[in-house]
């Protein structure tokens, strides 16, 4: 959240000043506000604006980019911005918008308003004198004021300036770059694609949205769109910076998958029962299954044991619930992790009839799944494979 919004300016018998803040006494006191903490006026200044007053309204080797400040556990983002021309005193005009957040709070996102705004007043005062003019004054008070309300608010503001100039802003949130997306995991969304999509869209993501469905993986999507897979990867890892998809495990039923300590929190959490409850059902129509009916199912699983022997331990109680759908609300809420294969080479042949890939499938890098993938085997032909290369041991973990 945005704690303060300011325009300072050099004065030419003053020095460096503060002209604008909103709210009131958030950089400098007033003296007409002195003692005076009513509703968007603060008691005390944020900050102690005369040590830093140069940084702010700099010389012209700081000026025309970045200047992020720290002080007094806040975090003051500025652009001054130095304009030469005999128009003015001293033959120089120096100005700057300032944006103050928490010192700990994420900063790109408002960096890169400022330094728009910062820009967009460099060109309006070159082009008509904007700051310059008395007339202005009012108009940068009120504009501080819009800007601090609508981007805390609403994150975005559209502004007019005069005729035909307008200030467009908007925060965009800054995600965690995406994991790799590899040719083994399956994506599946969180919103609706299809209703998003429009001609508009990437070509390649056009075709391969119809076939995202939870089951098929990356490299089996990428065939059935008949589409470039290094494209197709960069699609799925542009729906997952923007959260429209989470990518799970290909689902086998010779895998393996056990309980996780969250799995406490489906007992507590009435919302997750009624939505596992509704998710694994196999008919819309169904009554719901009883919650120590899935407690049971989901601590059942364990370590060691393939998902199939379980499916026929459990045969009875599973007649009304879709397995997939069982373990994948699992995987997705955390209270199931999915236990991979590997495969460790001790005493090989010296000169093997059959190569594995990718590389690093004998010493425990690669999981069955990656390696089943690349090699476009089924997992029991890839341990017949393995067993003729000589010791190799299976470790799960």
């Given at each position: 959240?945005i704690?303060?919004?300011f325009?300072?300016?050099?004065?030419?018998?003053?020095?460096?000043?503060?002209?604008?803040?909103?709210?009131?006494?958030?950089?400098?006191r007033?003296?007409s506000?002195?003692?005076?903490?009513?509703?968007?006026?603060?008691?005390?200044?944020?900050?102690d604006?005369?040590?830093?007053r140069?940084?702010?309204?700099?010389?012209?080797?700081?000026?025309?980019?970045?200047?992020?400040i720290c002080?007094?556990r806040?975090?003051?983002?500025?652009?001054?911005?130095c304009?030469?021309?005999h128009?003015y005193?001293?033959?120089?005009?120096?100005?700057?918008?300032?944006?103050?957040?928490?010192e700990?709070?994420?900063?790109?996102?408002?960096a890169?308003?400022?330094?728009?705004?910062?820009?967009l007043?460099?060109?309006?005062?070159?082009?008509?004198e904007?700051?310059?003019r008395?007339?202005?004054?009012?108009?940068v008070?009120?504009?501080?004021e819009i800007?601090?309300?609508?981007?805390?608010?609403?994150?975005?503001?559209?502004?007019?300036?005069?005729?035909?100039?307008?200030?467009?802003?908007k925060?965009?949130?800054?995600?965690?770059?995406?994991?790799?997306?590899?040719?083994?995991?399956?994506?599946?969304s969180?919103?609706?694609?299809?209703?998003?999509l429009?001609?508009?869209?990437d070509?390649?993501?056009?075709?391969?949205?119809?076939?995202i469905?939870?089951?098929?993986?990356?490299?089996?999507?990428?065939?059935?769109a008949?589409?470039?897979?290094e494209?197709?990867?960069?699609?799925?890892?542009?729906?997952?910076?923007?959260?429209?998809?989470?990518?799970?495990?290909?689902?086998?039923?010779?895998?393996?998958?056990?309980?996780t300590?969250d799995?406490?929190?489906?007992?507590?959490d009435?919302?997750?029962?009624?939505?596992?409850?509704?998710?694994?059902?196999k008919?819309?129509?169904?009554?719901?299954i009883?919650?120590?009916?899935?407690m049971?199912?989901y601590?059942?699983?364990?370590?060691?044991?393939?998902l199939?022997?379980?499916?026929?331990?459990?045969?009875?109680?599973?007649?009304?619930?879709?397995?997939?759908?069982?373990?994948?609300f699992?995987?997705i809420?955390g209270?199931?992790?999915?236990v991979?294969?590997?495969?460790?080479?001790?005493?090989?042949?010296?000169?093997?009839?059959?190569?594995?890939?990718?590389?690093?499938?004998?010493?425990g890098r690669c999981?069955?799944?990656?390696?089943?993938?690349?090699?476009?085997?089924?997992e029991?032909?890839?341990?017949?494979?393995?067993?003729?290369?000589?010791?190799?041991?299976?470790?799960?973990?």
């Amino acid at each position: 959240m945005i704690k303060s919004v300011f325009f300072s300016k050099f004065l030419t018998k003053k020095g460096p000043k503060v002209l604008h803040q909103v709210p009131r006494n958030s950089i400098t006191r007033s003296p007409s506000d002195d003692d005076n903490d009513d509703n968007g006026t603060y008691a005390a200044p944020l900050i102690d604006f005369e040590p830093i007053r140069t940084l702010l309204i700099p010389r012209q080797e700081l000026c025309d980019r970045l200047v992020t400040i720290c002080s007094n556990r806040y975090r003051i983002i500025s652009y001054p911005v130095c304009i030469s021309s005999h128009r003015y005193d001293r033959n120089e005009l120096i100005f700057n918008f300032a944006i103050v957040l928490e010192e700990d709070k994420e900063s790109v996102g408002y960096a890169t308003v400022v330094r728009k705004l910062a820009r967009l007043f460099r060109a309006l005062e070159e082009q008509g004198e904007f700051l310059s003019r008395d007339v202005a004054c009012e108009k940068v008070g009120a504009l501080c004021e819009i800007l601090f309300e609508d981007l805390n608010n609403y994150c975005e503001c559209m502004i007019p300036v005069d005729d035909s100039n307008t200030i467009n802003l908007k925060l965009f949130p800054l995600y965690p770059p995406p994991p790799n997306i590899q040719a083994w995991h399956v994506p599946l969304s969180t919103v609706r694609l299809s209703s998003l999509l429009d001609e508009n869209w990437d070509l390649t993501m056009q075709e391969i949205v119809p076939f995202i469905d939870g089951i098929s993986s990356v490299r089996r999507i990428a065939e059935l769109a008949d589409a470039d897979f290094e494209l197709v990867k960069k699609c799925f890892e542009h729906l997952l910076y923007y959260n429209c998809l989470i990518t799970l495990d290909i689902f086998q039923f010779s895998a393996i998958y056990a309980p996780t300590p969250d799995l406490a929190a489906l007992v507590s959490d009435t919302a997750m029962q009624t939505e596992c409850a509704a998710y694994i059902a196999k008919s819309a129509g169904q009554s719901s299954i009883p919650i120590p009916r899935l407690m049971a199912l989901y601590t059942s699983l364990r370590h060691g044991q393939p998902l199939k022997y379980w499916c026929i331990e459990h045969k009875a109680q599973l007649l009304e619930i879709d397995v997939r759908r069982f373990i994948t609300f699992g995987v997705i809420k955390g209270l199931l992790y999915r236990v991979h294969k590997y495969a460790v080479g001790r005493d090989l042949h010296t000169s093997p009839a059959w190569t594995p890939r990718p590389q690093g499938v004998l010493d425990g890098r690669c999981c069955f799944d990656e390696v089943c993938e690349e090699m476009r085997i089924p997992e029991k032909e890839l341990l017949g494979k393995l067993k003729r290369l000589g010791e190799v041991v299976v470790v799960h973990r």
